[in-house]
């Protein structure tokens, strides 16, 4: 069993509307990413986070400790945003080793 | 400001040629680390460094050595190409969790290998 389970593997939506990509962990951690990947393109990391949650325009994140898992959630969707949406957790016991979830993609048809 | 830069992004090998593939970053980042992307499956990392001139094994280092000569190039190798080496590669580097930056890993754009 992975390590980092994310849901849906396929996410199809129309533009506008709110979307939320969910991840869970099940091993303790001291952070996770959120990282976006375009078709052929390379990995931006969106978010890294260890308590809370984190706001960056249309994007928001959340991370609940206690019960192992993160949400990512993108308001009013538009089709730039159709992408791979990675979850990756840093062990609670490693300075430096990402465990990777196997993605999500959206697809934002307008 | 380039960021990761990974070179080449393009190249195909035949089953048994050795290639290495450069990852160059100008953040004066500490670490820095060479995962492969393959259908269905996430990120797995091959080898990692923690600086210059250390380098350690990943989570799937068999055949592939790398070396990190100076802070700011890690270079992958591929000794004796297989099939199954076939695959996207990407490096990243970030600065150690903790320091004064704590900046998640930055990723350069990948480069797609194919083995015949």
């Known amino acids: 069993k992975n390590e980092v389970e994310q849901s849906p593997q396929n996410l199809t939506a129309q533009e506008g509307e709110f979307i939320t990509i969910n991840c869970s962990y099940s091993v303790g951690i001291s952070a996770l990413h959120w990282l976006q990947q375009h078709p052929g393109g390379g990995i931006v990391s969106l978010f890294m986070l260890s308590s809370g949650k984190k706001k960056h325009g249309r994007l928001i994140a959340t991370i609940n400790i206690q019960e192992k898992h993160s949400s990512l959630h993108i308001t009013a969707s538009h089709p730039r945003d159709s992408a791979v949406y990675i979850c990756?957790?840093?062990?609670?016991?490693?300075?430096?080793?990402?465990?990777f979830g196997k993605g999500t993609l959206l697809t934002v048809n307008p | 400001n380039a960021g990761v830069t990974q070179t080449p992004k393009f190249r195909v090998l035949k089953t048994g040629q050795s290639m290495t593939l450069l990852c160059a970053q100008d953040?004066?980042?500490?670490?820095m680390y060479w995962y492969r992307q393959d259908p269905g499956m996430g990120l797995r990392l091959i080898h990692y460094s923690v600086g210059e001139g250390t380098t350690a094994k990943g989570e799937v280092p068999d055949g592939y050595n790398v070396s990190r000569l100076k802070k700011q190039n890690f270079l992958l190798g591929l000794e004796s190409a297989a099939p199954s080496q076939t695959s996207v590669y990407f490096c990243?580097?970030?600065?150690?969790?903790?320091?004064?930056?704590?900046?998640?890993?930055?990723f350069g754009d990948g480069t797609r290998l194919s083995i015949l």
């Open positions: 953040m004066n980042h500490e670490y």
């Open positions: 990756a957790v840093i062990s609670g016991g490693s300075n430096y080793k990402l465990t």
């Open positions: 990243a580097s970030s600065y150690p969790r903790g320091s004064w930056s704590n900046q998640p890993q930055h």
